[in-house]
C-alpha cells in the first residue's frame, strides 16, 4: 500500500474559523511533510516531521499549526487564516529523508473568505 | 534562496514523438534530485530519485540522467502517449536536510 490519504478534499473557511487538515499513512514512513501549492507555482514547503519530531518549519506563520499524534499520523491546525491562504495543501511522506522517494496525497483544496 | 528551473514551462506534441525536458540546478553541494509526474486532479506520483553524477534510470518509456557538475538533469519520453499528459516536476535537496526545492513544471499535452 503506497497510499497516502488526505481529508478532507474540499474546505471553505472564513478568516475566524479554526479547522484542521488531515494525513495518514500506513508504510511505516517516519518523515511526513506539509506542503503549499499556489496556482500556476510548484509546491513550497511549509513543514517536515522525522520521527515524529518537528524538523523544519520554513518560517511559516503561527496560524498554521502542525501536529504528529503518532508515526501514521499528520494534522495540521488551522487559525485565524487570511485569503491568501487559498491553496491546495499536499501532504507526502517517505521512509526516512530526503534521499528516499516521497509519496504525496492528494491534497486539499482550501479557500479561506 | 535555491533556484530549480525548469524548460520548456510547456510542450504539445504528436503521439508516438518523443521528447526531452530540461531541470537546471546549483551544481554545489548536491544530495539528491527527484522528478515527479502530476495529472490534473492526482497525487503528484513519483519517478526517480537521483543521487549520484552519471546516473540514469529508466521506468517503461520514461528515462532520466543527472549531471550534478554542470548542475542538470533531462527527462525523455519515449513515443509518448496521451496518458504521459501531466506536469513533470523536478525536485532538488543541498547539504542533506529534508528540504526539496521543487521547479516550476514543465507541462505536456500529447495530442492523437
Known amino acids: 500500500d503506497t497510499e497516502v490519504t488526505q481529508t478532507p478534499k474540499h474546505l471553505v473557511m472564513g478568516m475566524t474559523n479554526k479547522k484542521s487538515l488531515k494525513c495518514e499513512q500506513h508504510m511505516g514512513h517516519r518523515a511526513m511533510y506539509w506542503y503549499k501549492q499556489k496556482a500556476k507555482k510548484p509546491p513550497e514547503l511549509m513543514f517536515v516531521y522525522s520521527y515524529e519530531k518537528l524538523s523544519i518549519n520554513e518560517s511559516v506563520p503561527s496560524r498554521f499549526s502542525p501536529e504528529c499524534p503518532n508515526s501514521s499520523l499528520l494534522n495540521l491546525h488551522l487559525h485565524a487564516l487570511q485569503p491568501e491562504d487559498s491553496a491546495l495543501y499536499l501532504c507526502a511522506s517517505s521512509q526516512r529523508g530526503v534521499q528516499e522517494t516521497q509519496y504525496f496525497g492528494p491534497g486539499t483544496r482550501l479557500l479561506v473568505l | ?112
Open chain 2, 1 to 112: 534562496i535555491l533556484n530549480v528551473e525548469q524548460s520548456p514551462q510547456s510542450l504539445h506534441v504528436q503521439e508516438g514523438d518523443s521528447t526531452n525536458f530540461t531541470c537546471s540546478f546549483p551544481s554545489s553541494n548536491f544530495y539528491a534530485l527527484h522528478w515527479y509526474r502530476w495529472e490534473t486532479a492526482k497525487s503528484p506520483e513519483a519517478l526517480f530519485v537521483m543521487t549520484l553524477n552519471g546516473d540514469e534510470k529508466k521506468k517503461g518509456r520514461i528515462s532520466a540522467t543527472l549531471n550534478t557538475k554542470e548542475g542538470y538533469s533531462y527527462l525523455y519520453i519515449k513515443g509518448s502517449q496521451p496518458e504521459d499528459s501531466a506536469t513533470y516536476l523536478c525536485a532538488f535537496n543541498t547539504g542533506g536536510g529534508n528540504k526539496l526545492t521543487f521547479g516550476t513544471g514543465t507541462q505536456l499535452k500529447v495530442e492523437l
